[in-house]
């Protein structure tokens, strides 16, 4: 089993930047992609950016971030990590880390708890 840890956060002002991280500890064996999502109250949960976990370590962003955010992760210390800039207030939300099989999705895979990121005008 899969546990995930989001840290960092919080609030940041627009146009500034931030970072979270996710620690995955378990059995990461079957795990191929990891990703991070957000959601807004009342609003769908959305894929921010995913990576997958292999040697060709192919990302994808929403197109709400592409150009500003980037995924990356640091094998040795099994850590995800969202670089967050030029952030707006539209980007306030709930953002999880998840990990998963690709032959599953996000949806079967293992999620962290979630930590808010407020962006402020």
């Known amino acids: 089993q899969v546990q995930l840890v989001e840290s960092g956060g919080g609030l940041v002002q627009a146009g500034g930047s931030t970072r979270l991280s996710c620690v995955a500890s378990?059995?990461?064996?079957?795990?191929?992609?990891m990703g991070w999502y957000r959601q807004v109250p009342g609003r769908q949960r959305e894929m921010v950016a995913s990576?997958?976990?292999?040697?060709?370590?192919?990302?994808v962003y929403s197109d709400a971030v592409e150009g500003r955010f980037t995924i990356s992760r640091d094998s040795a210390k099994n850590t995800l990590y969202l670089q967050m800039n030029s952030l707006n207030p539209e980007d306030t939300a709930i953002y999880s880390c998840?990990?998963?099989?690709?032959?599953?999705?996000?949806?079967?895979?293992?999620w962290g708890q979630g930590i808010q990121v407020t962006v402020s005008s």
């Open positions: 998840a990990a998963w099989r690709l032959i599953d999705g996000p949806s079967s895979g293992a």
């Open positions: 990576i997958t976990i292999t040697s060709s370590s192919i990302t």
């Open positions: 378990g059995n990461m064996d079957s795990i191929n992609a």
